[in-house]
Protein backbone atom coordinates (compact mmCIF):
# COMPACT_ATOMS: atom_id res chain seq x y z
CA UNK A 1 0.00 0.00 0.00
CA UNK A 2 1.60 3.67 -0.15
CA UNK A 3 2.45 5.42 2.61
CA UNK A 4 1.28 8.74 3.91
CA UNK A 5 2.25 11.62 1.78
CA UNK A 6 3.54 15.03 2.23
CA UNK A 7 4.59 18.09 0.60
CA UNK A 8 6.58 20.09 0.12
CA UNK A 9 9.84 18.47 1.89
CA UNK A 10 11.13 21.42 2.89
CA UNK A 11 10.34 25.21 3.29
CA UNK A 12 12.20 28.53 4.00
CA UNK A 13 9.97 31.33 4.50
CA UNK A 14 10.73 34.69 6.39
CA UNK A 15 8.93 35.51 9.90
CA UNK A 16 5.12 36.59 9.37
CA UNK A 17 4.73 34.90 6.02
CA UNK A 18 2.58 32.37 6.08
CA UNK A 19 3.12 28.81 4.72
CA UNK A 20 0.70 25.86 4.46
CA UNK A 21 1.42 22.10 4.39
CA UNK A 22 -0.53 18.93 2.59
CA UNK A 23 -1.00 15.63 3.50
CA UNK A 24 -2.01 12.37 1.60
CA UNK A 25 -3.24 9.51 4.11
CA UNK A 26 -3.26 6.13 3.63
CA UNK A 27 -6.29 4.72 1.69
CA UNK A 28 -9.19 4.57 4.14
CA UNK A 29 -7.47 5.47 7.30
CA UNK A 30 -10.02 7.31 9.06
CA UNK A 31 -7.66 9.52 11.66
CA UNK A 32 -5.38 11.77 10.66
CA UNK A 33 -3.11 13.82 12.63
CA UNK A 34 -0.81 16.38 12.74
CA UNK A 35 2.76 16.73 14.44
CA UNK A 36 5.20 19.08 15.25
CA UNK A 37 8.37 17.93 15.81
CA UNK A 38 11.06 20.61 17.55
CA UNK A 39 14.79 19.12 16.27
CA UNK A 40 15.79 16.80 19.71
CA UNK A 41 12.42 16.25 21.22
CA UNK A 42 9.09 14.00 20.48
CA UNK A 43 6.91 15.01 18.59
CA UNK A 44 3.93 16.90 19.59
CA UNK A 45 0.51 16.38 18.41
CA UNK A 46 -1.36 19.55 16.97
CA UNK A 47 -4.59 18.12 15.72
CA UNK A 48 -6.37 15.27 15.31
CA UNK A 49 -8.82 14.12 12.67
CA UNK A 50 -11.38 11.39 13.20
CA UNK A 51 -12.50 11.20 9.56
CA UNK A 52 -13.50 15.10 8.37
CA UNK A 53 -14.05 16.21 12.47
CA UNK A 54 -11.83 17.01 15.07
CA UNK A 55 -11.21 15.17 17.51
CA UNK A 56 -8.47 16.71 19.57
CA UNK A 57 -7.05 20.23 19.23
CA UNK A 58 -6.23 21.10 22.75
CA UNK A 59 -2.67 21.97 21.79
CA UNK A 60 -2.70 23.65 18.74
CA UNK A 61 -2.18 27.78 18.71
CA UNK A 62 -5.34 28.66 17.33
CA UNK A 63 -3.73 32.37 16.85
CA UNK A 64 -2.06 30.99 14.04
CA UNK A 65 -2.23 27.52 13.11
CA UNK A 66 -5.44 26.56 11.29
CA UNK A 67 -6.45 22.85 9.60
CA UNK A 68 -8.84 21.28 7.87
CA UNK A 69 -9.28 17.77 6.54
CA UNK A 70 -11.74 18.39 3.18
CA UNK A 71 -14.05 15.21 2.62
CA UNK A 72 -12.20 13.09 5.45
CA UNK A 73 -9.26 12.42 2.91
CA UNK A 74 -6.58 15.38 2.25
CA UNK A 75 -5.66 17.41 5.22
CA UNK A 76 -3.41 21.30 5.08
CA UNK A 77 -2.01 22.57 7.67
CA UNK A 78 -1.50 26.83 7.75
CA UNK A 79 0.66 29.04 9.82
CA UNK A 80 -0.02 32.21 9.36
CA UNK A 81 1.79 34.14 10.59
CA UNK A 82 4.78 32.29 11.37
CA UNK A 83 7.15 33.16 14.32
CA UNK A 84 11.18 32.29 14.61
CA UNK A 85 9.83 29.04 17.38
CA UNK A 86 7.38 27.90 14.29
CA UNK A 87 10.53 26.15 13.35
CA UNK A 88 10.53 22.53 13.40
CA UNK A 89 9.49 19.16 11.30
CA UNK A 90 5.93 18.89 10.73
CA UNK A 91 4.91 15.44 10.56
CA UNK A 92 1.93 13.86 9.48
CA UNK A 93 0.36 10.25 9.82
CA UNK A 94 -2.68 8.32 9.66
CA UNK A 95 -4.29 4.80 11.66
CA UNK A 96 -7.67 3.31 10.51
CA UNK A 97 -9.21 4.11 13.96
CA UNK A 98 -8.36 5.08 17.28
CA UNK A 99 -5.10 5.38 19.16
CA UNK A 100 -5.19 1.49 19.86
CA UNK A 101 -3.99 1.11 16.50
CA UNK A 102 -0.36 1.69 15.18
CA UNK A 103 0.66 5.44 13.40
CA UNK A 104 2.12 5.30 10.31
CA UNK A 105 3.87 8.81 9.44
CA UNK A 106 5.31 10.38 6.78
CA UNK A 107 8.61 11.82 6.25
CA UNK A 108 7.07 15.25 7.30
CA UNK A 109 7.92 18.78 6.34
CA UNK A 110 11.39 20.18 7.73
CA UNK A 111 10.62 24.37 8.06
CA UNK A 112 12.79 26.94 8.80
CA UNK A 113 11.98 30.06 9.63
CA UNK A 114 14.63 33.16 9.13
CA UNK B 1 3.89 18.54 28.77
CA UNK B 2 5.41 14.86 27.70
CA UNK B 3 3.81 11.70 29.13
CA UNK B 4 6.54 9.70 28.18
CA UNK B 5 9.94 10.60 29.38
CA UNK B 6 12.81 7.86 27.68
CA UNK B 7 15.90 6.69 29.42
CA UNK B 8 18.79 7.22 28.62
CA UNK B 9 18.75 10.27 26.25
CA UNK B 10 21.65 8.62 23.91
CA UNK B 11 23.62 5.39 23.64
CA UNK B 12 26.24 4.28 21.92
CA UNK B 13 27.14 0.47 21.48
CA UNK B 14 28.86 -2.21 19.64
CA UNK B 15 27.24 -3.98 16.74
CA UNK B 16 26.15 -7.87 18.18
CA UNK B 17 25.48 -6.07 21.44
CA UNK B 18 21.74 -5.62 23.33
CA UNK B 19 20.15 -2.34 23.63
CA UNK B 20 17.99 -1.47 26.38
CA UNK B 21 16.46 1.63 26.58
CA UNK B 22 13.57 2.60 29.01
CA UNK B 23 10.57 4.57 29.50
CA UNK B 24 8.06 6.13 32.24
CA UNK B 25 4.68 8.10 32.37
CA UNK B 26 2.95 9.62 34.79
CA UNK B 27 -0.88 8.87 33.96
CA UNK B 28 -2.66 5.35 33.51
CA UNK B 29 -2.40 4.01 29.98
CA UNK B 30 -4.21 1.98 27.99
CA UNK B 31 -1.84 0.98 25.91
CA UNK B 32 1.98 2.29 24.79
CA UNK B 33 3.51 1.80 21.51
CA UNK B 34 7.24 2.10 20.72
CA UNK B 35 8.17 3.88 17.86
CA UNK B 36 11.91 4.01 15.66
CA UNK B 37 12.80 7.45 13.50
CA UNK B 38 15.49 7.42 11.43
CA UNK B 39 17.10 10.67 10.58
CA UNK B 40 15.19 12.79 8.50
CA UNK B 41 12.36 10.44 8.18
CA UNK B 42 9.12 9.66 9.73
CA UNK B 43 8.59 7.23 12.49
CA UNK B 44 8.10 4.01 11.94
CA UNK B 45 5.59 1.78 14.30
CA UNK B 46 7.21 -1.06 16.10
CA UNK B 47 5.51 -2.54 18.55
CA UNK B 48 2.21 -1.94 20.80
CA UNK B 49 1.88 -3.36 23.99
CA UNK B 50 -1.68 -2.98 26.11
CA UNK B 51 -2.22 -2.46 29.90
CA UNK B 52 -3.45 -5.95 31.11
CA UNK B 53 -0.09 -7.47 28.67
CA UNK B 54 3.63 -7.87 30.43
CA UNK B 55 5.71 -8.96 27.68
CA UNK B 56 5.49 -8.87 23.73
CA UNK B 57 8.03 -9.85 21.25
CA UNK B 58 8.61 -9.37 17.55
CA UNK B 59 11.68 -10.37 16.02
CA UNK B 60 14.64 -8.99 18.07
CA UNK B 61 12.51 -6.48 19.57
CA UNK B 62 11.12 -7.46 23.32
CA UNK B 63 9.12 -5.01 25.55
CA UNK B 64 8.32 -5.40 29.18
CA UNK B 65 5.41 -3.52 30.54
CA UNK B 66 4.89 -2.58 34.56
CA UNK B 67 2.18 -0.80 34.97
CA UNK B 68 2.60 -0.70 38.74
CA UNK B 69 5.61 0.94 38.03
CA UNK B 70 3.99 3.33 35.25
CA UNK B 71 7.62 2.11 32.82
CA UNK B 72 8.07 0.09 29.94
CA UNK B 73 11.22 -1.16 28.60
CA UNK B 74 12.80 -1.72 25.07
CA UNK B 75 14.96 -4.29 24.13
CA UNK B 76 16.75 -4.80 21.29
CA UNK B 77 19.07 -7.81 20.71
CA UNK B 78 22.08 -8.20 18.85
CA UNK B 79 22.17 -4.61 17.12
CA UNK B 80 23.29 -3.55 14.06
CA UNK B 81 24.06 -0.56 12.58
CA UNK B 82 21.13 -0.66 10.83
CA UNK B 83 19.39 -0.18 14.21
CA UNK B 84 20.68 3.45 14.39
CA UNK B 85 17.88 6.04 14.84
CA UNK B 86 16.15 7.57 17.72
CA UNK B 87 13.39 5.50 19.78
CA UNK B 88 10.44 7.00 21.02
CA UNK B 89 7.55 5.37 23.58
CA UNK B 90 4.43 6.72 22.83
CA UNK B 91 1.11 6.48 25.30
CA UNK B 92 -2.73 7.39 24.99
CA UNK B 93 -2.89 9.32 28.41
CA UNK B 94 -5.76 6.80 29.65
CA UNK B 95 -7.98 8.39 28.03
CA UNK B 96 -7.63 6.30 24.61
CA UNK B 97 -7.78 9.25 22.00
CA UNK B 98 -4.27 11.85 22.20
CA UNK B 99 -0.97 9.95 21.68
CA UNK B 100 1.28 11.75 23.89
CA UNK B 101 5.03 10.88 22.43
CA UNK B 102 8.56 10.88 25.02
CA UNK B 103 11.74 13.27 24.31
CA UNK B 104 12.90 9.73 22.52
CA UNK B 105 16.06 7.75 23.05
CA UNK B 106 19.25 8.43 20.45
CA UNK B 107 20.82 4.91 19.61
CA UNK B 108 24.37 4.73 18.23
CA UNK B 109 25.24 1.37 16.51
CA UNK B 110 29.17 1.21 15.70
CA UNK B 111 29.86 -0.87 13.13
Known amino acids: EAGVAQSPRYKIIEKRQSVAFWCNPI?????LYWYQQILGQGPKLLIQ????????DSQLPKDRFSAERLKGVDSTLKIQPAKLEDSAVYLC????????????FGDGTRLSIL | SQQGEEDPQALSIQEGENATMNCSYK?????LQWYRQNSGRGLVHLIL?????REKHSGRLRVTLDTSKKSSSLLITASRAADTASYFC???????????FGAGTRLFVKA
Open chain 1, 49 to 56: FQNNGVVD
Open chain 2, 90 to 100: ATDGGGGFKTI
Open chain 1, 27 to 31: SGHAT
Open chain 2, 27 to 31: TSINN
Open chain 2, 49 to 53: IRSNE
Open chain 1, 93 to 104: ASSPGTNYQPQH
